[in-house]
């Protein structure tokens, strides 16, 4: 036998807004992975985001490749093989002396 009744119709308060709702409604609120022992509703309940957990669990992200194949024809790589609408312009400008008048 449990030590609890299953309360499949007790009800209970939400211990952040106040309203009645269903025991079997009410979620426990965790904060930094632990329980406040707050139950709350749905609409109260603060997930946690994992992105105050970083730096709790060891990463590996490794950056350098292993046995890397740089591209050794570099200028050909870094020419454009595209149209180039400006280079058909000339934009003349003059530079000079701006005086207040």
């Known amino acids: 036998m449990s030590d609890y009744a299953l309360g499949k119709r007790a009800i209970a308060i939400c211990d952040r807004c106040g309203f ?11 904060t930094d992975l632990k329980d406040t022992g707050l139950l709350v509703c749905q609409s109260c309940l603060d997930e946690e985001n994992p992105q105050l957990q970083l730096g709790r669990w060891p990463v590996n992200d490794p950056q350098a490749l292993k046995d890397p194949r740089p591209d050794t024809n570099e200028d050909v790589s870094r020419s454009l093989f595209a149209f180039d609408p400006v280079a058909e312009f000339e934009i003349d400008i003059q530079l000079g002396d701006v005086f207040a008048g």
Do not use: R, S
């Open 20 to 30: 009645q709702y269903l025991l079997n409604q009410l979620k426990p609120q965790y």
